[in-house]
């Protein structure tokens, strides 16, 4: 397996079905971690029905890209097309073979055109107690090792990247949560950045990753161990004041997470949209018109 000096991190937004409506892509050095480029792709005609609606907007995120004004960013508004077009462009110039993503499933089958690459799954390291020594004592796994919940970026950031607060969105402030703890933007650049500082902290290097649709090969084992040998990032250590204990999948917390984070927890499963979009937030009102994010939530009670 042929891999190149540097891989791209992708991240896919979509209306919460199978239209793509943004690509994140970033260039990283697999060497030095340094990032090199940003490519940001909104694909014409979707910007209002983004799924996390507001969040498609860059422009609310300046203070947070200040850092990468020195290398190329470009962000185009352009045909599904065009952007794969560009997208591949940039990533054929690079030498690029690998293409890293968090959940890569979902990216890798949202983005047809790019099967012919190898993509690797941060998860296949980040959330496996064989090979992420970051990871609380207290956390429950399954027989492979793989954590049994709390592994999403969310949780997994404020788990191995605890100096790192991220950004916090503006619709995150309107329930009062403040910057005590990171929040995933769902903006498709801002995460494929935060999700290459995932795969920084844990310190495993991208020839280390295989293609995750060969399960022989990239689905890790309980009987794996880390190579003492593979040069890690020093600073990583089990600590358990550097990685403190998952409260969010205990009790009423974790309840009030789901509640906040899930809108299927909200009244019914069975929530129909009317089509119209909140004027204040940018998200989808239901069919009596109410939008769940801008007033009173009733939410059902979760069976945890």
Known sequence: MNHSEKFVMIDVETDGGNLVCTIGAVIVNSKTWIIEELHYYTIEGTEHLCWYG?????GQFAEFLQEFEQITFTKNICA???????????????????????????????????????WCDVIHKAAYEQYNPLLPKNTEFYGSGKMKRGYSVESMYRLVCPK????????????GQLGSKYFETHNGLIDAVDQV??????????????DFRNKKSSQPKRTDKPNENIKRNPLVKRNDEIAPPIILSQGKERQKDRQDNSRFNMESNNFQFS??????????????????????????PLVL
Request: charged share 25%.
């Open 54 to 58: 507001n969040a498609i907007n860059l």
């Open 275 to 300: 089509g119209l979009r909140c004027e204040k937030c940018g998200r989808w009102r239901g069919k009596d018109g109410r939008c769940f994010w801008c007033e009173p939530m009733r939410a059902v």
């Open 197 to 210: 500082r995932i795969m920084q902290a844990i310190g495993y290097t991208s020839e280390l990753y295989g």
């Open 80 to 118: 599904y097309d065009e952007a794969i077009q560009g997208l591949r462009k940039t990533i054929n110039t690079h030498h690029i073979t690998q293409i890293f993503a968090y959940n890569a499933s979902f990216d890798c089958r949202m983005l047809p055109e790019f099967s012919d690459f190898i």
């Open 164 to 175: 790192h607060k991220g950004y916090l969105p503006s619709w995150k402030r309107k329930f």
